[in-house]
């Protein structure tokens, strides 16, 4: 008898995966499906059984094997057909469905023992509650959509209009980056949650900007 696995443990909650390369190419190529459609469907001679699989997937990897491409202080010791290998363990497709791409430096020793002013984590959380707040009230009416993530095309073209001055960003976007038409609807996405986290009615250039930024590090790295 299936039963769940990871992705579905992981339902309505945070799937985290460290060291993302070290997975099995086919079983990252798995995930394509939940993150898609927030479900999976596991098929046995016998039998054929779909579970909930709607959860946030935040993965992690390295540059390189050794982890040190591309840092100022220590060299990386790894040849460029290496380094191929272990970035082409995540196809194009499956990073087309992660939303945002960030780099994360090295911190310096100095900067880590520094008493950096910043945020405290109520503050933050104060801030995602409003937004959700906002999305709850955004899709009343609407069934099985809570938040932003979860819009289908026509959800996202009516809550997701964007100024002129940001159609000509997109529009940048998708000819300079060559972004897939699925990257475009999720950049619209994140950006509405941008702008609600901002307190903003509308999406803003801005908000899109930034939006569209989370997606240039797949464009140069794995490029
Ligand atoms: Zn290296």
Redesign the pocket.
Known sequence: MPRPGEVSLGHNGVLFLDELPEFQRKVLEVMRQPLEDGMVTIARAAVSVTFPSRFLLAAAMN???????GDATRE???TAPM?QRYVSKISGPLLDRIDIHIEVPAVKYKELRAPAPSEDSAAVRGRVIEARERQTERFKGEKKTYCNAQMASKLIRKCCGISQEGEKLMENAVTRLGLPARAHDRILKVARTIADLEGAWDIQAKHLSEAIQYRTLDRSYWA
């Not at 540059?63 to 491409?69: D, K, N």
């Open positions: 540059p390189c094997p050794c982890g040190y491409f990386c010791h790894c380094i």
